[in-house]
């Protein structure tokens, strides 16, 4: 029998594109009726009727048909539409497509295309001026207290935290962010003592990813390539202990990505002062350091994105 040339390659293609990003297919968890008269064939539960309509807990949805994350509790907002009503999505997650009645925008799950239901935009409910209009019946719900199952951690310390969150915030993956103290001695320390330079703490990012659209190695590339990891007293203008760079390691297999990437920076010319260091507690910051350039509408000022992995050599000016 003999097959044509081209018809092979698509069934290639085919194959590649229904595998998910660790290269192995996508499960998909089985639907009853009704929900997939609402996820497969695009349908609407009935406004009010869905357990998620009026749900204040906090935690992540998730796909119901492929477990992938879509949005934190923190981006849902009363909208007295029947709907939970969400203004933001996890980065990637959601897809916008024409709805077939040529009038609405249609949103869709990216991993799985399942029905979600629909994006509203200039209600000017919130300030991000964006609905997210969705069926409670094509997402699940992870309380804080069980992600731990489908979510990942990462800590890093480069510099003022303000300009750390700032970058990884709207990375791809991440889930949420927050800024804290690590590495120091103190229980419950406050800013003004971690200032002190006597608590031995540094300012940390904590950041929660999903395994599913990222990896470690793509968060740690991305903390190398915003701060400066050569310079070795501080970040930028700030100086002192609590702005030196740290990357804190949680397992063996954190470890080992992050003294790999050093050797790739130092092979490239880099003298990285960056210091690895297991995990401690993460003692959270005071609430108004919590997304401070988002809530002052601000830019970093020491830290940019420098792509220090890709190119060759790297000379000191």
């Not at 992938?68 to 999505?89: M, N, Q, R, V």
């Not at 040529?102 to 979600?116: D, V």
């Not at 199952?149 to 890093?156: D, G, L, P, R």
């Amino acid at each position: 029998m003999k097959f044509n040339a081209n018809v092979i390659v698509l069934f290639l293609l085919f194959i590649v594109f229904s595998m998910n990003i660790r290269g192995t297919p996508v499960k998909y968890n089985p639907l009853s009726q009704e929900e997939k008269e609402v996820i497969l064939d695009k349908g609407t539960e009935r406004p009010f009727s869905g357990e998620f309509a009026n749900h204040h807990e906090e935690g992540l949805y998730i796909c119901k048909q492929c477990n992938a994350i879509l949005y934190h509790s923190t981006d849902k907002f009363e909208s007295d539409c029947g709907w939970p009503s969400f203004d933001d999505e996890l980065k990637g997650a959601v897809m916008r497509v024409p709805d077939a009645d040529g009038q609405r925008t249609e949103i869709i799950c990216s991993r799985c295309k399942g029905h979600l239901g629909h994006v509203f935009l200039g209600e000017g409910l919130t300030r991000k001026n964006v609905r997210h209009c969705v069926n409670s019946i094509s997402m699940k719900f992870i309380p804080y207290k069980d992600i731990g199952s489908i979510i990942e951690k990462a800590y890093f310390a480069g510099g003022c935290f303000w300009g750390m969150e700032y970058h990884f915030m709207t990375a791809k993956g991440v889930v949420y962010t927050s800024v804290g103290y690590m590495g120091g001695t103190l229980k419950y320390p406050t800013y003004e003592e971690v200032c002190s330079g006597e608590t031995g703490h540094k300012e940390t990012l904590e950041v929660i990813y999903d395994p599913g659209q990222t990896s470690y190695e793509e968060m740690a590339r991305l903390f190398f390539e915003i701060h400066d990891p050569v310079q070795a007293d501080g970040q930028g203008p700030d100086r002192g202990e609590q702005y030196l760079s740290f990357l804190f390691y949680a397992d063996e297999k954190q470890k080992e990505t992050a003294e790999r990437l050093v050797g790739i920076l130092k092979d490239k010319g880099y003298r990285v002062a960056t210091r690895i260091q297991k995990a401690s507690p993460f003692w959270k910051a005071e609430a108004y350091h919590q997304k401070y350039y988002e809530k002052k509408h601000g830019m970093p000022y020491c830290h940019r994105l420098v792509k220090r992995f890709d190119g060759g050599k790297h000379q000191d000016p």
